[in-house]
């Protein structure tokens, strides 16, 4: 058996050890969790949510065993004490608690990173393990003491080398998700993974220097090492898109961690879903700081003092509403700082009693309290009294307020009155349209001023009740039991009373619009205007984020472009720390200086990049005749890179990215060459695939934000950029497109579009 043979075979050995210990594990957690479930439901309420407790916690252990599976182990350290430490997913330990495999996160594991020649402590030697599903494929050994005897060794055994695991990595199929950089991660990237949970941390970089993999395994170590502080507060993944959340979601499980919540800004308000989408213009126009005083001054509008104010008949005598009354009320109102809607109630208490001592001023005895109390009945439900006390102080719920805003014109002008006329027309629309994603941010705001929806009130407050009934019989019950605290808590007591599995941290927070969270993560955070920050501030008043974004992609108006003017107000100067990724891992070095070049000769700022490897032949133009010659090229071109890089496994994405106008003639005719091209079946199995697991498609700018293919094909670069909202954004859509490939990128154009914008 030659050298690299027996390492092979030796490390094989190890590997086994840790998916047999992994196997065990499982097999444990299967049986506790079958012994658990055969309990039945019955016992006393105590006994029966204990169970379902242990159930719970057996579940997600289980979960958390299958999710590690694929490259369990990936890496080993050396010590100059001939101690071998394997680096893995997770931490696993023989049943007589002896190390198998230390947690990639854990302090341990450091040196697996960020340990180099001239800094590695008594980390001798460290080697990159390959696998192929349990089979060990490859090692690669990076020898970081010179004078030790690995030096020799490795060489022998034909291991000795660097990086070969990431270039491999690298040059591997696009799957239609994004793979953990686990066993990859690079120095620079680790040290701000591991950045303190109290700062805002920014991760400023290029197209392809890993900032989404990092910020995921950024939130897998927080969760891991602040286990106790988020458990219950959770972590919250903000992403641009539906299509990047899916492209992502494997991540997290992947690294040992479940249960974190993802959404875009559209769908962060539980049960509200924006279904349309607005000009850039509007889009900027409602991202503006000053709408939240716009939103305010639309629910102070609704605080007033009518001009005609009646008087009601009772008891034969007439009770005047009086406006220093009003007055008075609306301020006992406001003192109580409480939600509008809420506020309601003091001001109608106080309304009330002011109209009941007008009556009683006009006795000529003294009234007794039961006397005042049918008088306060008859006056809340006169009809005149209640349509009043609605103007002077209107309840509302937020949808409705946002609705009435935009689609009365002059209301909007005097809400916001910096808005110009064009502006006010820009964002008007018919009563009843479609919220917009840009509409999201100013109704979490109305929410916020508002309060509760006033129609749900009474059912709200009736469940309230109901829920402090069951907490009080729950901690009496836990009490009598002598549990006082532990695995079973009031809370869990309450959901097995009413049949409601026990939820995690997670479930709960995703139906919560008030939840606020331990960390944020957030993707493409450049496209944020200053009212979606507003909005995720509120739902982490701790301020811990992790901020992913490269301010030379964005697309949006009102997005960043230099952090410190969006980040100093939300954070303070001091503290968010900006770190910026310098290597380009996804695209070819060809790619990647073209792009830079483009973008840096349009004025965007571009971090340093630098492309770690060279693919020859990775850029292709093509120069059409005619609008015709232009899709015919397109579509032949699609079909000769999906018959290239994509397979009937699965792996392989290819991608068009061309103008709006012309995407539905590209479809069609990319639909037919691929059937002339890769024959019926292989065509009916890609047109069948479903929205997220395409391999190939045919989209614009905003689609491919965030994602990467194994090739792709720009359609029309000048004509991409003419319809861009202004020059800088169409710079940033076309570097945007040009950064997706991890091994070809052809632009295909007529000469007319050579000519408007030279590439």
Known sequence: MSGYAAQLSEEQQSVDRAYGRLDSLRSQARERLSEVRAAGSHGSPTQRTERDSFATMYEDRLSQLRAV???????RLDTSAGERRYIGRIGLSSEQHEPILTDWRAEAARPFYEATPSSHGDIVMRRHITLSFRKVVGVEDEVLDVHSDQVGEASSAGTLTGEGALLASLSSRRTGKMTDIVATIQAEQDRIIRTDLKRAVVVQGGPGTGKTAVALHRAAY?????????????????GPSSAFLHYIDQVLPSLGETGVVS?????????????????????QLKGDKRMASA??????????????????PVNGFQVPMRAVDIEQAQMDAKRTRQPHNKARETFVKSMLRAMTARYAEQLDYTPEQSELSRVTSLLRMNDKVRTTLNLCWLPMNAEWLIDNMFSKPKRLKRFAPWLTDDDVAELTREKGAPLTRSDIPLLDEAFELLGPDPKLANRNAAADAQRAAEEQYARDTLAQAGIGSGIVTSQMLIDQINGVDDETAAQRAASDREWTYGHIVVDEAQELTAMDWRMLIRRCPSRSFTIVGDVAQTSALGGTRRWEKTLNPLFGAGNWDLNELTINYRNPKEVSEMASSFATAEGLYISTVNAVRQVPGSVQRLLAEDDDDLIRRTAKTTARLAQEFVSADGTGRVAVIAPVDRLPALRRAVSKAIVRTLGDKNAKRLEAQGTWDRQVVVCDTEEVKGLEYDAVVVVQPGEIENEAASRLVAASDLYVAMTRPTQRLTIVRTERDADDLPL
Do not use: C, M, Q
């Open 222 to 238: 927080l969760l891991y090492t602040h286990r106790r502080a988020l458990e219950h507060s959770g972590v919250l993944v903000v």
């Open 69 to 75: 599976e694929d490259r369990l182990v990936f890496g």
């Open 295 to 312: 939103v305010a001054n639309a629910v102070a509008s609704r605080v007033r003092i009518p001009k005609d104010l009646p008087t009601v």
């Open 263 to 283: 959404r875009t800004i559209a769908d962060l308000i539980p049960d509200i879903e924006a279904k349309s989408t607005d000009t850039p213009r509007a889009a």
